[in-house]
């Protein structure tokens, strides 16, 4: 099986954390978010974001956590692929 490379675990998260994503893509995530420490951070992050903004109601706000993670993860030298 192979599973997420960083970016799409992270374009993933968003859609899986608001329930438009697959279970196929859910389980890929899952997968990557085992092995992957930066990921897990960031969707555990985005989990409370989209928690946060739910329970104000509001429209969901666009989370920048994501672009610094993967304005990191180039400047480590790869996205996580193998
Ligand atoms: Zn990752």
């Not at 994503?21 to 389980?27: C, F, I």
């Not at 899952?30 to 928690?51: E, N, P, S």
């Amino acid at each position: 099986m192979i599973a997420f490379r960083c970016q799409e675990a992270v374009a993933c998260g968003e859609e899986c954390l608001e329930a438009k994503g697959s279970l196929w893509a859910r389980l890929q995530l899952g997968a990557h978010l085992r092995f992957c420490v930066d990921c897990r951070r960031y969707v555990a992050q985005l989990t409370k974001t989209v928690v946060a903004v739910r329970k104000l109601g509001e429209e969901p706000v666009p989370f920048a956590g994501r672009d610094a993670l993967l304005a990191r993860l180039k400047a480590r030298g790869g996205t996580g692929s193998k």
